[in-house]
T-cell receptor, first 117, second 113 residues
Framework: GAVVSQHPSRVICKSGTSVKIECRSLDFQATTMFWYRQFPKQSLMLMATSNEGSKATYEQGVEKDKFLINHASLTLSTLTVTSAHPEDSSFYIC?????????????FGDGTRLSIL | GNSVTQMEGPVTLSEEAFLTINCTYTATGYPSLFWYVQYPGEGLQLLLKATKADDKGSNKGFEATYRKETTSFHLEKGSVQVSDSAVYFCALRGSSNTGKLIFGQGTTLQVKP
């Protein structure tokens, strides 16, 4: 089945550091990738929709300058948390949707646990 | 706007018990409906889906039927196993082409031997 790889799986870093998270579709091409944030024991909150070759669409309340998204190819999207602070600590999950027409489901990565000290 | 409501957990069952996790939705048009499962420390895995009214999605013994008249997509399994312990998310994708998923709040299932 469709596989989405997310890297790294866990990051621990100091406050003020910028952190890049990669999301790759391994066996299919993804026109659209999605970035979610999940707080402990809560549901997923969509942060932004990333379309290959164009600017990401951010959800209301999400700072685009804080969470930089790049979708340079049909198999790779990156999320950079700039100048991270403890309140940015969370579980970040990406998903990818195939390019084929029709009701394509989203396939999720295994998530990145970000801890800012 | 579109929304999904799941029954609150946690749900605790003994092995081989019958499982129902309720999910209802609010949406315009004809959404697609999904159940995802999340094991501890992992991302989400698609469990099953249904794209139109009266469709039944099924996988690994789990089933859910798209009921437009009751706007529901309840998840059921006849005999749960310890390995089914996880968080289950009901989700809908609206009939627009954005591909966005709207998730319910998740229901934790704990199955005891």
């Amino acid at each position: 089945g469709a596989v989405v790889s997310q890297h790294p799986s866990r990051v621990i870093c100091k406050s003020g550091t910028s952190v890049k998270i990669e999301c790759r579709s391994l066996d299919f091409q993804a026109t659209t990738m999605f970035w979610y944030r999940q707080f402990p024991k809560q549901s997923l909150m969509l942060m932004a929709t990333s379309n290959e070759g164009s600017k990401a669409t951010y959800e209301q309340g999400v700072e685009k300058d804080k969470f930089l998204i790049n979708h340079a190819s049909l198999t790779l999207s990156t999320l950079t948390v700039t100048s991270a602070h403890p309140e940015d600590s969370s579980f970040y999950i990406c998903s990818a949707r195939g390019t084929e027409a029709g009701n394509q489901p989203q396939h999720f990565g295994d998530g990145t646990r970000l801890s800012i000290l | 706007g579109n929304s999904v409501t799941q029954m609150e957990g946690p749900v605790t069952l003994s092995e081989e018990a019958f499982l129902t996790i309720n999910c209802t939705y609010t949406a315009t048009g004809y959404p697609s409906l999904f159940w995802y499962v999340q094991y501890p420390g992992e991302g989400l895995q698609l469990l099953l889906k249904a794209t139109k009214a009266d469709d039944k999605g099924s996988n690994k013994g789990f089933e859910a039927t798209y009921r437009k008249e009751t706007t529901s997509f309840h998840l059921e399994k006849g005999s749960v196993q310890v390995s089914d312990s996880a968080v289950y998310f009901c989700a809908l994708r609206g009939s627009s082409n954005t591909g966005k998923l709207i998730f319910g709040q998740g229901t934790t299932l704990q199955v005891k031997p």
